[in-house]
């Protein structure tokens, strides 16, 4: 079992920057593929950024590269820092766990709790 809480969310203006965590912990952790996923109310959960279990391998989406960076260290935490973000990206933000490198929420085993990012104009 892999157990992930996410942290760092909060309010920020249109432009501004945040840095998500999320806190994996498990047996396995390493052996997982990671992403973030957002999902703003009245919509489905979408792709944001994934990185594979080694940090060798990232994806993004295309509304948020250039802008946002996923990445994973040693002591099993995943980041994602937002730069430049837009009132579009205001969304509850959730980090899961993957066996394959994946851009499918529905291939994803484990997801945290959610932190929620608000960005005003």
């Known amino acids: 079992q892999v157990q992930l809480v996410e942290s760092g969310g909060g309010l920020v203006q249109a432009g501004g920057s945040l840095r998500l965590s999320c806190a994996a912990s498990?047996?396995?952790?390493?052996?997982?593929?990671m992403g973030w996923f957002r999902q703003a109310p009245g919509k489905e959960r979408e792709f944001v950024a994934t990185?594979?279990?080694?940090?060798?391998?990232t994806y993004y989406a295309d509304s948020v590269k250039g802008r946002f960076t996923i990445s994973r260290d040693n002591a099993n935490t995943l980041y994602l820092q937002m730069n430049s973000l837009k009132p579009e990206d205001t969304a509850v933000y959730y980090c899961?766990?993957?066996?394959?490198?994946?851009?499918?929420?529905?291939?994803?085993?484990?997801w945290g709790q959610g932190t929620q990012v608000t960005v005003s104009s």
């Open positions: 498990g047996r396995t952790v390493r052996n997982y593929n």
């Open positions: 990185i594979s279990w080694s940090g060798g391998i």
């Open positions: 899961g766990a993957a066996p394959v490198v994946a851009i499918d929420a529905g291939t994803y085993d484990y």
